[in-house]
């Protein structure tokens, strides 16, 4: 039977008088539903253009834009995998590292822009006497910038004035130095950094000595052209299978997998599949746990999911990222799910697995993978975003050039002497999971991808009112950018 979309597009078409092939007809169940009343409005028009009223494959593809390419290019890169890399320091020693690396990287990235120039030492400041203010005459005070860690932040309401006003202390590797904010959008400004995120301040020293906010400048992403594949390959995008769990949707995972072994020319163009973490539920991951279990251990859930993933065409990449219910630590970043749990996944050629977060090239598009455990803690804390809107989370993560700009919240940080958090080349796509609510966007573009999941509500979920988006999968053509969705 049709699908309700596939249905609509067919009537259209009938109604002008169209004949529809029937390989058409199979090519267009295989399409996106969203896009799909729009696509045969394209081809309606143009065929009656031609005054040929029937329609055949060859229409519809060129209309998706699916080119017969010849033999399918799938070129994967690691680029960035945490795994080998994880040498955690212990203490506050192994703090004091991870926070000079933050530092250090994202000093590196202000560095660029051109305001760089004006950077002074925290330091230099602190110990510089206020001008005059006489003898520099009419002379405009000079701004200067700071740049580092916000290590201190306050919002102080001056009751008699009936004001508002922020302190922040920016600390950089000299020293560190306290500004205040008074206008109202750069008090919001400053009441909205998180400890230990790195900020650029322009700033003026008053003849009193203190030192004024006029601007507060995050790392940022600058307008770019991305990266694409040279021939037409689809991505497909996933994360949160919890597989193991009562709610794992077996069988639309199922349909998932039979779709990548069909003839659908969608799926014959698949060359990768991303899995963003949560393979599966795991085990003691939270209180009474195993009574939403159905496989209860985490080799069990391990093979049971890896009986699926064996299922996809051998032809396709598929690379393996954890979240935070699968095995190995909790702490980001994390490294690869372990082989001593499953070694069937690390032992197929096609498989690759990696740590959280990792990047990799996917015929040359550079795609940065992030479970999206810190989410849980910017949406806590950052008024206006919410689990709804996981894009919009996903973009200041971006614009602060971290994926865990928050220190000493709900999500567990390693004491790494390397911060292997930053985002210090900016990703053609950045794909997150972890909120089980599907999303897509682009932020100057970086195209922005949350993969949903494929696990039905829990009632965890239901209890905090997260309603989650399951059995979407997400595809990506690499070449074009066209994102479409398909519900399984
Ligand atoms: O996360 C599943 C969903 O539950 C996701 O939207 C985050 C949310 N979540 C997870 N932990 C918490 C806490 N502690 N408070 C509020 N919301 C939370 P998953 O990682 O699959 O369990
Ligand atoms: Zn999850
Ligand atoms: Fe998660």
Redesign the pocket.
């Known amino acids: 039977m049709l699908n309700k979309e596939v249905a609509l597009a067919v009537n259209y078409a009938l109604n002008k008088g169209f004949q529809i092939h029937p390989e058409a007809l199979s090519l267009l169940e295989g399409v996106s539903t969203s896009e799909l009343g729009e696509l045969i409005k394209e081809v309606v028009r143009e065929k009656m253009r031609q005054n040929v009223f029937f329609i055949n494959q060859d229409d519809l593809k060129s209309a998706l834009r699916i080119e017969d390419e010849g033999e399918l290019e799938n070129d994967l890169k690691v680029i960035f995998d945490p795994t080998g890399k994880i040498a955690s320091a212990e203490g506050v020693d192994g703090y004091a590292s991870l926070f000079i690396s933050r530092y250090n990287k994202l000093k590196k990235i202000v560095s660029k822009r051109p305001e760089a120039a004006k950077i002074r030492s925290t330091k230099l400041l602190k110990g510089k006497k206020p001008d005059s203010g006489q003898s520099e005459g009419k002379k405009k005070r000079e701004s200067v910038y700071v740049c580092g860690l916000v290590t201190n932040k306050s919002l102080v309401t001056d009751k008699s004035h009936d004001r508002r006003r922020a302190a922040i202390t920016i600390e950089d590797d000299t020293d560190s130095l306290e500004c205040f904010a008074f206008e109202d959008e750069l008090v919001k400004k400053a009441d909205g950094l998180l400890i230990e995120q790195f900020v650029m301040a322009e700033i003026e020293q008053t003849q009193r000595g203190t030192f004024v906010i006029k601007d507060i400048i995050l790392p940022e992403v600058g307008e770019r052209e991305v990266g694409r594949s040279k021939s037409s390959v689809w991505a497909l995008f996933l994360?949160?299978l919890h597989a193991g769990s009562k709610y794992f949707l077996e069988e639309s995972f199922g349909s998932l997998v039979e779709w990548l072994n069909s003839n659908d020319p969608v799926a014959q163009r698949v060359g990768f599949v991303v899995i963003g973490?949560?393979l599966i539920d795991g085990v003691g991951i939270y209180p009474n746990q195993d009574k939403e279990l159905v496989h209860l251990s985490i080799e069990d859930q391990l093979a049971y999911i890896e009986g699926y993933l064996a299922k996809i065409p051998k032809h396709i990449q598929i690379v393996i990222m954890p979240?935070?219910?699968d095995p190995g630590r909790r702490s980001l970043p994390q490294p690869a799910i372990p082989k001593k749990y499953n070694v069937g996944l690390w032992d197929r050629e096609n498989f690759h697995m990696v740590g959280n977060p990792a990047v990799v090239s996917l015929n040359g598009v550079r795609v940065l993978m992030f479970?999206?455990?810190s989410i849980d803690d910017v949406v806590k804390i950052t008024p206006g975003l919410s689990y709804a809107e996981p894009v919009s989370v996903m973009k200041e993560l971006l614009r602060t050039r971290h994926l865990c700009p928050i220190y000493g919240g709900n999500t567990p940080i390693a004491p790494e002497l390397e911060d292997m958090m930053v985002i210090e080349d900016v990703p053609d796509i950045f794909h997150v999971?972890?909120v089980?609510v599907l999303g897509a966007g682009r932020y100057r573009g970086t195209l922005l991808i949350n993969s949903g999941t494929w696990q039905g509500q829990t009632p965890f979920q239901a209890s905090v009112g997260i309603t989650p988006t399951p059995g979407i999968a997400v595809l990506v053509n690499l070449k074009t950018f066209q994102v479409n969705t398909k519900q399984f």
């Open positions: 994360s949160d973490g949560d979240g935070n219910h479970h999206g455990q999971g972890h089980h």
